[in-house]
């Protein structure tokens, strides 16, 4: 029913800049969460940025002042802009959706998944 479909990741030098695109379709649900989580081989899956369906954002640490989640309602698309990237950012990045809030940053409370895109931040 949703898809997910994640995009704008590539390889970039430390203290630039990527927006990574997620294009959600078969979105039938009132109130959902949706959210940017991260991953490296070997370790936790862990969320980066959460944004509620009336626009309320919640960052990680790691990432506040840095990242900037927002969506386009019209267009069915989420974001993450990513600025002062750092090598330790290098990670497969997500796209997700809780469609039963609330949603924090645990992956077990989403339901829906996108493919994922690789971001490469080189020192």
């Known amino acids: 029913q949703v898809q997910l479909v994640e995009s704008g990741g590539g390889s970039v030098q430390a203290g630039g800049s990527l927006r990574l695109s997620c294009a959600a379709s078969?979105?039938?649900?009132?109130?959902?969460?949706m959210a940017w989580f991260r991953q490296v081989p070997g370790k936790e899956r862990e969320g980066v940025a959460v944004?509620?369906?009336?626009?309320?954002?919640t960052y990680a640490d790691s990432v506040k002042g840095r990242f900037t989640i927002s969506k386009d309602n019209a267009k069915n698309t989420l974001y993450l802009q990513m600025n002062s990237l750092k090598p330790e950012d290098t990670a497969m990045y997500y796209c997700?959706?809780?469609?039963?809030?609330?949603?924090?940053?645990?992956?077990?409370?989403?339901?829906?998944w996108g493919q994922g895109t690789q971001v490469t931040v080189s020192s």
């Open positions: 078969g979105l039938t649900y009132r109130r959902f969460h």
């Open positions: 944004i509620s369906s009336n626009g309320n954002p």
């Open positions: 997700a959706l809780a469609a039963f809030p609330p949603a924090t940053m645990r992956a077990d409370q989403y339901n829906y």
